[in-house]
């Protein structure tokens, strides 16, 4: 009996030891197993620097994972096994993930530097009152397109696209209804419509498309149509923005049928588990000079108005990122369409996508 009680002290003793030495290790490495923040955000939307400067700043090692659509970023939230402390879904997903019970409110006690965001970007209808989502960039679906390669012939329209000169021309962004809401554009219906014959007629538009399609692809898009490989891109305006700065002969349109305009926003994941770690990163990124700074790498635009101010009057006052209302007033946002009806655009797109390959 003696002996055991002794090889239990003994066990104790060890664990003790061997818990000390690993905590002492992280915490010569900056952070501890609680002290890690795990990011999931879109591909190419923060500046790398300002990850390290958080981490500085708080002590707190940033693991960051990208997708590259709010499709694929529900997949795999939804699916579970995920301890994502920060995710930045759309406007449309985030409706979703609320209704799903996916995200926990955002404790605003702890995110002064809300007050920075333009009150035109808060309680916005898929997440009235902010309860759980802040503002990160917002944007448009539009055209870019290189002045140089399509002869003198510029797109103004979503319908001009249809245009037989601009044969095996076209790069789309890689998202269903991104594709899909152009085609119901063009057509003259919503980008939120769930009438059966007219998504049919939307999908059927597509298939005449094809000619022109080059490719469907994702954030290597942007390489693409800085290198010249293809003469027009359906894009978010963010993207426009970043290779517009590389390519003079590139420009960007919102197509005069109207288009999409999309807020990207912040959001704690149901399964997160360093909320205080989240709601810091929040407030870090509404810091003008960061949010500034990040607004000048990504290129999107920042609904952060003291941020704004910061910026170069040539970028502030370009209105094709900054839209007057004029402009504004034809775009829609994405609506929920709830679970079966997002299924079938995405299989409208696939049926698409398999007829352009
Ligand atoms: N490369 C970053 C892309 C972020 C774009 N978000 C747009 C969402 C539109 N629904």
Redesign the pocket.
Known sequence: MKKLIQLFVTIFLISGVILFALNRLNATQGYSGGNVLNIYN????IDPDLIDQFEEESGIKVVYQTF?S?EAMLTKIEQGGTTYDIAVP????IAKMIEEDLVIPIDKSKIPNLKHIDDRFLDLPFDPGNQYSIPY?W?T?GIVYNQKLLDGKEPTSWEDLWDPAFKNQILLAD?A??VMGMSLNSLGYSLNETDEDKLQEAKANLMDLTPNVKAIVG?EIKLLLANEEAGIGVV?S??ANEIMSENEDLNYVIPSEGS?V?F?NVVIPKTAENVEGAHAFINFMLRPDIAAKNTDY?G?STPNKDALKLLDAEVREDERFYPDKAVTDTLEV?KNLGKKMLAHYNELFLEFKMHKK
């Open positions: 879109w591909g190419d939307y590259d709010n759309s406007d449309y997903a960039f944007g679906v998202g209804r991104e954030d978010w963010g993207d999409n999309w990207d990504v999107y994405y």
